[in-house]
Structures are given as structure tokens and as C-alpha cells.
């Protein structure tokens, strides 16, 4: 059953998988990260992932380019962004019920909207995407090479996104003013930081970012769209992002992993054919459960995270 | 004093939540380089009008002149940019954080952080003030008398001399109180103006120049310290005299309402803070128990409340052994009433209507409620009957408890941990963050119970209180008794000494 471990060419194989398959969680863990560390509980995710996928799909449709598909994408993102925000943090709507309306919303947007849009549906597309850049001398190395270095632009940026978020965060004057805004807005508040600005940036920002993980999906995966492309990925995200417990380094990691197990279970499901695959396709959940739970009650959230600021509330 | 220019002018101000007045036309000066003082019962609109000084609220009437230059403050920025810093009562700071990032916080500079100047400049700034800081520390690990000074430091910082501070010693110990004051004192000397807002009389005496007696959301009065004293400061922030020594007969004692023998109990972190401690309430007395905090005071409340197991020992409340019964059984069936320490976080629902948290610990049962219906009509009435006999101060029984000062919070605990005549009371705390008003209230009403044959336990740091109320004390050390003596026979000294251990002679 775990032959493909010790054969060189297949566990290449699975590895490139593996982050085939983490690059959609780290972009949504990254956004849902900078907006959780703002304050803002943004579960809608999953919802984001798939505005981005349909977005990507639509762009590069139109404008027969990967990139008209990729500006689409984080257009759709920081749109889905700025409704959580007015929603969540000047109406002070619960965040948790905000997140619930817009990922059923993107749902039934995206599948509709495909339909209209898209002669044939979806999934008779055949978009424009990236294809893969081989970075020289790097590429070439055995197993390792084709996995880490022969991958097409936005598995780069997505891994540049976490450093960026990491150095954002705990490297600048911003990146302290957001934690700040997390912990505690009425401490931010007092010191003169604009705590509404901050808050909308980060959820704009981030949602824009949970998006690029569906146009990553899209425009170098799948080259179509289909109906509820993001597959709880926005959900593994937020686990991620808990397992990371709110630090952008630990939670790549914590992508990684799901992402392997994911690519594990598929090669299992390939090798195993007599057992019901769903068996095998629960086991990236299954993981994520059982992480949280060894977890707990180690895990602080910002404190503040999930509950709107009003300045005049005692 | 008199001949200094005025620093800050307020004008006729007026502050409205809905159409409750918390500041009505209230009008003070402040001069520069002194120290003058807001003084006002909890609720008397103190906290508001500094909020409208320092932006957070906006004024619905009147004028604030800074420097004699008339100014609109609607944001804490503007208000840091005229020199005007506010240390809040409970402090706006970030725990995760260290002392320098909170320092710095908010402040221009270049994006990239770089904090070794600032560090620098801390450690100077807080040599200045004598005191010793690491900036690097996270603000949670200092003590609270620590993180007073790194919000002071935080205003300096921003070259704030006009300091706000709100209660500043609500927080503190009685030696943290003594170096704050040297503190603020190092600051009057420096050339900066400090507005003190308390509702202690002897801070004022102690420390201000001049003084604003607030009631009511109105300016009561404008006093020079050197032409006062505390009764006539007194008289006119209560509005009418007050009496500082109760007068008690002599109590008449019946049966053991609480018995403990030998309870053991370990506090939250696991660590031993009951060590076999024995007592006994009779009805009829008050039973003050004496003790530095963290002797196991709060653990000592807790477990006879029954909110905290102990792991030997037994409890007895009324002659019945009370370790079957829960808090909620304590209260109903073994006639316990019971005051918590952390008003707001145990004793109270705060973002219920006080009508719900008078019947908290009672609506579950008839007459409130019948076959699982609540009966809302009888629990208002309950309320608005409550609220007049106890005078709470409300606009009505629907009105939100966060809203209410406190005092009128812990009005609204003793209505209900009393109305259904108790045997046994346990208080713990009652009068912390209380003013002199409300003081006299909780305690007037803790020996009215006496005199009608309840046991009273009375849990307090505040020494002068105990010797004021209880007919006998019992010292707290290290999680046991280590003795006790009518409250006649006892004098501060001989506390004293037992509250650090030292057995008598």
C-alpha cells in the first residue's frame, strides 16, 4: 500500500502533488490569517476560493489571457472582501453568519453564473493558463528539482506571500498596528491608530489572496471551470490556520501537510481500487481533526478576533 | 496657583446618551502646572467628560478651550496632538505585546521597525520617573503598578503635559498608591498639568491643588484643597452629610450558621491555597476575615459558595453538610446568599437588563417561572420593587447592567443575594471601586441583616472597614486562620503582625 514511499520517481511524484495541492490552502490560509490577526473572522474562505476560480475562469474567457483571468479573480476576491467588511465590521453583523451568507451565496452565484456565461457550461472550457517556468541549474536536480523548481508562477507567489505576510506582520510599523487592531481596538484605538481602515485593508487584502488560490486552481490545474471547485479547501484553510495557531510560517507548514495527505490518499486511492474511495478522500479532514483536537487549548487567537469594534460600547 | 494660565477650559459642556444627561453643562478650569482633581460618586458623569476631553466621545454642547485657543477634539489623535494624554482606568494596552511595541504604538516612523532608539529613549525616560523598566518585557508579565507607569511613560512619550488619569489607584496597592503619588508629584514639579479623576477624598486632600466635585453629571463645586475638608468634600459630592462611624449595638449571637473544619482547596493553577482551614459564623455577628490579598481569600469565598471543590475537610452551613448541594442548592435550599469578589464577571449577567439579573439565581423556580414558563410580568414587578427599596439608580428595570455605575451594580447583587432573608452571607469584596455613597449603603445594609440573625462572612482588604463592621475578626495567612479576637479588642498593630505571619505573643 505505501510502496510508492521508497520508489524515487513515484515519491517525487506524490511530493509534487503534495504541493500542487497545498498552493490553494496557502493562499486562503494566508488571507484568512492576515484578517483573523486584524480582528475580522473571515470563514468565508471557501466562498472567496470559488469567487476567485469563477473570476479567473471569467477573465480569462473574455480576455483570452491568464492574466485578464488572474486580475478577474482578485477583483471578485476584494469585492467578496469589502462585503464581509461593511457586513462585519461597520454594521457589526456576526462575522460567523456574514461568512455563512457569502459562501452560500458564492455557491449559487458562481454555479448560475457559469451556466449563463460559459457556452456549454463550465467544464467545456479550455482557458489559457500559466504554464510552468523551470528555473535554471535548480530544476535539474533529481526528485527534488522538478518539485520545487519547475512550477508555474503563482505556486511562486504563493510561497512569497508567506514571507510577505510574515514580514508585514511582525517586521513593520503596519504589521504591529494590525496585531494591535487584533488584540485589542480599544488599545489601538486610544493610540491613534485607525482601526476601521486597518480592519477593511486587511479583509480586502486577504480575501484577495483566498482568491488567487482559486485562480491557481483554474488557470494552471484544471483549465475549466466546474461547480463547487473549492471542495472544503477554504475549510482545511481555516484549520491550517488554527494548527499555525495565527503564525504565517507555522501555518505553511500545516498547508503542506494537508496538502500531503492529500496527495497521499489519492495516490491510495489509485492503488487501492477495491476499497470505496471515499474511504481515502476523508483522510486530509480526518487529519485536520485530529491536529486540531492534539492542540487543544493550546491555540490563542487574537483576542479580539470575531467581535466588531464600537467605540462608544462600555 | 490662582495666577497660572489656564491649561484647559471647558465651557458649559453637555454629553447626552439618549436622553439620560451624563454631563450637563458642566464648566472647569484647569491651571497650568498643577494638579486638579475631578471628584464625583461613581455615575456622577467623571469618566464621560473625560472621554470628551480626550476625543473618544463627542460633545453634544459647549466649548473646550486648550492653551486658551478654542479647540474641536473628535478623535484621541487630535487630542494627543494638542499635548493631552489619558491613562484610562483600565488601561488601553496590548498584553501580547511588549513595553516598547505598546509605547510606540500608533507613532509616525520609518515602516520598517526598528526599535533600538525607542528602546534607548524608554529606558531614559523611566530613569527620569525612578523607576526601572525592561522594554522588551510583555505587558502582561509586569505588575499592574508597572503597567500603570508604562501608560504614563506612553503619554510622556507622545510629550503629552496634560496628563488625564482615571482612577488611578483603583488598581494599585497601598505601596504601589505611595510611589504613584511620589510619582505624580515628580511630574507636577516638571512642569506638567495633571487632571486626577477619583472618587477617593483622601487622594484629593493628599495630592490636588484644586478640586471639581461633580454630581449628577453637574459641577457641584470648585474648591481650593487648602480652604476644605474631607466632610464638607463629602457632603457635597453625596449631597448630603455622611456619617464615617457606624454605630452598632452589640450583636446578639444564636446558632453556628457556617462551620468549617479543616477545609483544604487549590486555586486555578493548582497550587495549594486552603491548607486546613477552620472557622465558625454564628448568626447574628458579622465574622471579618483580615489578610493581605492572596492568602486565599478568593479560594476561601469560592469553595463555601461551592464553586470551587475542596479535597478534604468539611462544610457546614446551617448544621447541613453542604458538599451535595451546588451554588444554585446553597442558595435555595441551605439559605447561603452570596456576594462575589468580580461583581462584574460573577455576579452579574452585564449585558442583561437588571430586571433578569435580580432574579438570576431565582427565576428558574416559582414564582418566577411555572411548568417552564418564565413569568415576565412578576419578574419586573420583582424588579422595579427591588430597585426602589434598594435605590438603584436607573432609568428603568430594562436597562442594560454594563451601563450602570458600581455601586449600583453591587446594589443590585445585595437586593437579590438578600431578598429572600438568607442565614448565612458570604461578602467578598463588597465595597472595592465603590464611593464613599455607596460604601456607607452596602455596609448599612450588611448589619441590618446581622440585627435581623444573619451570619455574615465579610471578605475585605480594606482593614479600616472590618474594624468598622464586624464584631470579630479572623486572620488570614497562607490559606489558614492563624487567629482571631473580638473586633473590640483589636487594634491595626496586632493585625498587623498576624497578616505577615507572625503568631501572637
Known sequence: MFDFLIDPVQLANVLGTALRLSIPLIFAAMGGLLCERSGVFNIALEGQILFGAFGAAVGAFYFGSAYGGLVIAIAFGAASGLLLAVLGITLRVNQIVVGIAIILFATGFTSFMSRLLFPGGGNSL???????????????IPILGPVLFSQNGLVYVAIFSVFAVHFVLFRTRVGMSIRAVGESPAAADAAGIHVFALRYACVIIGSSLAALGGAYLVLTQVLLFSDNISAGKGFIALAAIVLGRWQPSIAFMACLLFGLFDAVQLRMQFDQPDIPY?????????????????LMGQANPPSSVGRPYDREMR | MTAAPARLTLEGIVKRFGTFRANDNVSLKIAKGSIHAILGENGAGKSTLMNVIYGLYEQDGGRILSNGKEVRITDPREAMALGIGMVHQHFKQVNTMSVVENVVLGLPGRQILNLDEDRRRIKELADELGSEIDPDQPMWTLPIGTQQRVEILKMLYRDADLLILDEPTSVLTPT??????????????SGRTILLITHKLDEVMDLADRVTVMRLGRVEAELEIANTTPRELARVMVGRDVVFDIQHAPPKVGDPVLELDEITAVDDRGIGALHGLSLTVRGGEILGIVGIDGNGQGELAEAIAGLRSISQGRIAICGQDASGFDPSERKSVLKMGYVPEDRQKVGLDLDSDIAFNMVLRSFRAPPFSKYGWIDFKKIRAHAVDLAERYDIRMQSVSQRVRDLSGGNQQKIILAREIEDNPKLLVVAQPTKGLDVGAIEFVQRTLLAQRDQGTGVLYISSELEELLLVADRLAVIFKGRIIGDMPASEATSEKLGLLMTGRELA
Do not use: H, T
Not at chain 1, 482557458?127 to 517556468?133: A, P, Q, V
Open chain 1, 126 to 140: 479550455k482557458l489559457d493558463g500559466f504554464s510552468n517556468i523551470d528555473i535554471p541549474l535548480l530544476s535539474d
Open chain 1, 278 to 294: 471515499q474511504v481515502f478522500a476523508a483522510l486530509p479532514y480526518l487529519v485536520a481533526i485530529l491536529a486540531l483536537v492534539g
Open chain 2, 176 to 189: 504601589e498608591i505611595k510611589a504613584f503619588f511620589v510619582l505624580l508629584e515628580k511630574l507636577r514639579e
